[in-house]
């Protein structure tokens, strides 16, 4: 289930890159304070140059009253950006998720995947993951399923050993999206 809210975000947000590069350093300095070392102190505030472009955000949820127990969502895309939660291998109806990491590793990217696509977005537009793992023996297993979710995307990739809120997890898995035009 996805819902919207609008946010607002300035051209100094954005990727578009000022029409000539004096534009973007016609702010003055200005000076606004004494170091203590005694030296005046110049700040350049940024400017948006009056331009703002209304961003929605779009909410995606997995229906887990966990979600708004704690207040997050499966995913938030904003723009061409989509951040995916960790996700861990949460089953139907709080059954046992798969005992090997590599099979709790799939259901997680599963997740992931469908989390993607109803934000408009695919595992082939995943540009960073970090895995979550409970013990670093389980990660050459939990990398053969992440290798193959994204043998085309090839996303910038952490991978990190610690204990999960669940002691039936081994893994967990968040993804960051960014769509490129068509």
Same mark, same amino acid.
Request: glycine share 6%.
């Given at each position: 289930m996805a819902t919207a809210e609008a946010s607002f975000v300035t051209d100094a947000h954005?990727?578009?890159?000022?029409?000539?590069?004096r534009l973007a350093s016609t702010a003055p300095a200005t000076q606004?304070?004494?170091?203590?070392?005694?030296?005046?102190?110049t700040w350049r505030s940024a400017s948006t140059m009056g331009q703002t472009r209304r961003m929605e955000r779009q909410h995606i949820t997995s229906g887990a009253?966990?979600?708004?127990?704690?207040?997050?969502?499966?995913?938030?895309?904003v723009g061409d950006r989509v951040w995916v939660s960790g996700?861990?291998?949460?089953?139907?109806?709080? *059954?046992?998720?798969?005992? %090997? /990491?590599?099979?709790?590793?799939? =259901?997680?990217?599963? +997740?992931?995947?469908? *989390?993607?696509?109803?934000? %408009? /977005?695919?595992?082939?537009?995943? =540009?960073?993951?970090? +895995?979550?793992?409970?013990?670093?023996?389980?990660i050459d297993e939990v990398g053969r399923a992440h290798g193959a979710a994204f043998a085309t995307a090839r996303p910038a990739t952490t991978g990190i050993v610690?204990?999960?809120?669940?002691?039936?997890?081994?893994?967990?898995?968040?993804?960051e999206a960014v769509i490129l035009p068509a």
């Amino acid at each position: 289930m996805a819902t919207a809210e609008a946010s607002f975000v300035t051209d100094a947000h954005s990727n578009r890159r000022p029409s000539s590069p004096r534009l973007a350093s016609t702010a003055p300095a200005t000076q606004t304070a004494t170091c203590s070392q005694g030296h005046p102190s110049t700040w350049r505030s940024a400017s948006t140059m009056g331009q703002t472009r209304r961003m929605e955000r779009q909410h995606i949820t997995s229906g887990a009253a966990f979600e708004a127990r704690v207040g997050y969502s499966r995913a938030v895309r904003v723009g061409d950006r989509v951040w995916v939660s960790g996700t861990a291998p949460i089953m139907p109806g709080d *059954a046992d998720p798969p005992t %090997g /990491a590599h099979e709790q590793a799939q =259901v997680c990217l599963a +997740i992931i995947e469908r *989390a993607l696509a109803e934000a %408009g /977005a695919s595992l082939d537009d995943v =540009v960073r993951t970090r +895995i979550y793992v409970t013990d670093a023996t389980s990660i050459d297993e939990v990398g053969r399923a992440h290798g193959a979710a994204f043998a085309t995307a090839r996303p910038a990739t952490t991978g990190i050993v610690t204990q999960l809120l669940d002691p039936r997890w081994l893994v967990e898995i968040e993804a960051e999206a960014v769509i490129l035009p068509a």
